[in-house]
């Protein structure tokens, strides 16, 4: 079992921003401007899955082969559990994202506006000058939702606080060795991220309890969309393993690069453009492979655990290639595909065995 660490909860986080006046929105993963929504004094809340839920309430809607993700946020939306918040955001992540949208806006029409927000795939000015527009288009809405129109001043002011609460992530990793938690207990802490304000997140790292590692055995990577059942931090550990580095799309990849720019729009589209090489960004792959393989190098990961919801299907195009660029350099890669249900299944637990055994074997 983990060790008890004290953390704000969710429900927390909500009445804080309610007594500050704001507005809160439930936010699907995985790419979306916080900053945005904090100036225009909206509160967002991450909805990853979760797991616990009765996935049967929101399946009826989707084919057989949608991911848990959709299927678990669309049940606990139905089963009532996003009555209280005042809006939905869907960014499209990908096709099982915006498929949910579409599900949302033109069948369940829940009570709360739906919001989307649509990526670019590309890197090209054309790609930014695209991103600054449907931003704008974005922000429109959020002002309409709470009756605060951002001055530039505020939205720059809410991109700072945001690289601070990116910086506060990567300083944990950079913190890792002097902290006392368990690879379950860090991550837990990193999660809040999901439903903090930024400055609250910030504290919360600051406090982070300090003193030995609580690591030991193989050190591994650890990819894949959100780290659910967090039972899989108990079976690594069992297994003989310890997380020294993550490319979650929840954790790792959301540290945004810092950018000047003086229109604050501009800023944060470049700023999202810039994330870490990821499959639902469309990236190129040698790109991905090249960053996760020196990742691994530079934090000493002797093998990678891809952890994703079955049916992930950007995930799963990039994966062979995943696996051959880092077999090339002699890094083993397990994907291991789950439900998101409370518990690890024995299969998997089984195979993280077998995996960490060879790693171990290969010492
Ligand atoms: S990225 Fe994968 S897990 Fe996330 S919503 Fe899309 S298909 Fe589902």
């Keep these: 079992m983990p060790e008890p660490i004290a953390l704000p909860s969710r429900r927390e986080a909500i009445a804080r921003a309610r007594a500050r006046g704001q507005r ?59 009555d209280d918040h005042d809006a939905v955001l869907i960014p499209h992540t990908c096709d099982a994202m915006q498929g949910m949208a579409s599900v949302l806006v033109d069948f369940v029409r829940p009570k709360m506006p739906v919001l989307t927000l649509y990526l670019p795939r590309g890197r090209r000015a054309s790609d930014e000058t695209y991103l600054v ?10 002002t309409a939702l709470s009756g605060v129109a951002p001055t530039d001043e505020a939205l720059h002011a809410a991109l700072d606080r945001e690289a601070a609460a990116d910086d506060a992530v990567a300083g944990l990793w950079r913190d890792r060795a002097g902290l006392a938690l368990s690879d379950r207990a860090f991550f837990t802490l990193l999660r809040t991220r ?39 931090f108990d079976a690594l550990d069992e297994a003989g393993a310890h997380v020294v580095a993550d490319d979650l799309a929840g954790v790792s990849r959301r540290i945004y690069p810092r950018v000047e720019e003086p229109d604050p729009f501009r800023r944060l589209a470049r700023s999202l453009l810039g994330a870490a090489p990821d499959p ?10 090249a960053m996760v393989r020196r990742r691994m190098e530079e934090s000493g990961a002797r093998g990678i655990v891809v952890y994703n919801p079955k049916f992930c299907e950007p995930e ?34 089984t195979r993280i065995e077998a995996f960490v055994e060879t790693l171990r074997g290969a010492q």
């Design 24 to 82: 809160v929105a439930a936010v699907l993963p995985i790419h979306a401007p916080r900053a945005l929504l904090t100036a225009c004094n909206v509160h967002s809340v991450e909805v990853w899955g979760p797991p616990g839920v009765d996935p049967e309430i929101g399946a009826s809607h989707f084919q057989a082969y949608t991911c848990a993700i959709v299927r678990n946020a669309t049940s606990f939306l139905l089963a009532g559990h996003l």
């Design 133 to 142: 527009a449907e931003l704008r288009r974005l922000g429109r809405d959020l």
């Design 194 to 232: 999901e439903f903090l304000d930024a400055e609250a997140f910030v504290e919360v790292a600051r406090t982070a309890p300090r003193g030995e590692r609580k690591q030991r055995g193989i050190p591994v990577m650890l990819s894949g969309i959100a780290p659910e059942p967090m039972e899989i």
């Design 280 to 289: 639902t960004l469309g990236q190129p792959i040698p790109e991905r492979v």
């Design 316 to 349: 799963l195009f990039y994966l062979p290639l995943l696996a051959k660029g880092l077999a090339e350099a002699g890094l083993p890669l397990l994907h291991v595909e789950h439900e998101m249900t409370e518990s690890l299944g024995a299969q998997t637990r």
